[in-house]
């Protein structure tokens, strides 16, 4: 199948252009870049180098559409919409990497994005595939869920499917390695400033925080989330730790075997043991999520869950692969079964 990548010079798109380098069925044709034109990939990409010999091209969605069968968006928030209505047009299969297609409400993407929605008429598929697998097999378009929203809606969902935790008194406290605030330099994310320091920010207007509550909301209405991001000086990688109020007498075993059950069939979740808890390091590379910790304090009546991501992996393009596997029939592990680069 012919592949092209519209943003291929971020690390969203490097990530993207080394997985569908190593899967089976997949021929990248195209990886566009307007500043880098004519450059080729591996100057940007090194670890590329002899893998993949590809030059970046400034090339229009109907060029793109005219070489690929199916195209990865990995373009800013605003600007994906645009491109994404013009390859369905023309019938290119569409995964896009930014946040324009998460919500099915558009206020709910312009209030937070501060973008009016040029193409609501565009209907995609959150790409979850623990939650939504049916629904992308036939979808023409799927939105990739955000890194933070991945390891926060897989770790909850459970205990909200099951009614274990009081739905408005749940907290996420998320930590995310530098690269998740992409490619392009900026004053908080430099060296200097992100070395040696954890740094929250956008303490109750994070944008992913109703895209949570979006899917979480499916299994209970009333759920409210608190949410708090922080900068931690690592290149990548997520470790989130989800503070709940248990509505049941539960112990840390019972929530294993809770996880356990639900997750079951699925590759890409892999459940510790009650006790353990899940570590950047052991899925850095890879489009594992592990979840564990299962802490019971029940003098305070509370459960402590941990999960774990790499934000570049589960959390971009190795979910966005793993759509793209389910859209085309393809092994669901197709080009995804990378061992994590511990320590």
Do not use: W
């Not at 930590?175 to 908080?188: C, D, E, H, L, M």
């Not at 692969?321 to 389910?326: K, T």
């Amino acid at each position: 199948m012919k592949v092209g990548v519209i943003g291929a010079s971020g690390y969203t798109g490097g990530e993207l252009l080394r997985y569908l380098s190593m899967h089976g069925e997949c021929d990248v044709v195209c990886a566009t870049s307007r500043k880098l034109s004519g450059k080729k990939v591996e100057t940007v990409h090194p670890h590329l180098r002899g893998i993949l010999d590809l030059s970046f091209e400034d090339l229009t969605p109907a060029q793109v559409a005219e070489t690929c069968d199916f195209v990865f968006t990995a373009t800013p928030h605003g600007a994906s919409m645009k491109i994404v209505a013009e390859l369905l047009d023309v019938g290119v299969k569409v995964v896009d990497l930014s946040g324009d297609f998460r919500f099915s409400d558009p206020a709910v993407y312009e209030k937070y994005y501060g973008v009016k929605h040029e193409h609501p008429e565009v209907k995609a598929v959150y790409g979850l595939p623990e939650l939504h697998r049916k629904e992308i097999k036939n979808a023409k378009v799927v939105a990739n869920p955000g890194c933070y929203p991945t390891s926060v809606i897989l770790g909850l969902m459970p205990l909200v499917r099951e009614n274990l935790i009081e739905p408005d008194r749940i907290a996420a406290d998320s930590k995310s390695g530098v690269s998740g605030a992409g490619a392009q330099p900026k004053q908080g994310t430099h060296f200097c400033m992100a070395e040696e320091s954890i740094t929250p920010y956008l303490l109750t207007k994070h944008r992913h925080l109703p895209e949570m509550e979006q899917e979480l909301r499916r299994f209970d209405d009333s759920l409210k989330l608190s949410f708090v991001p922080h900068l931690v000086p690592v290149i990548r990688g997520i470790s989130t730790t989800l503070h709940c109020f248990l509505r049941k007498d539960v112990t840390g075993d019972d929530l294993h075997r809770i996880y356990r059950d639900h997750y079951g069939g699925e590759t890409f979740v892999r459940i510790l043991e009650s006790g353990n808890v899940p570590r950047m390091s052991a899925v850095r590379g890879t489009n594992y999520i592990d979840i564990g910790g299962f802490g019971v304090d029940s003098e305070r009546g509370r459960a402590i869950v941990v999960s774990a991501i790499d934000n570049l992996g589960k959390g971009a393009a190795g979910q966005a692969v793993q759509n793209m596997n389910i859209m085309e029939g393809y092994p669901e592990t197709m080009g995804l079964k990378q061992v994590g680069l511990h320590p």
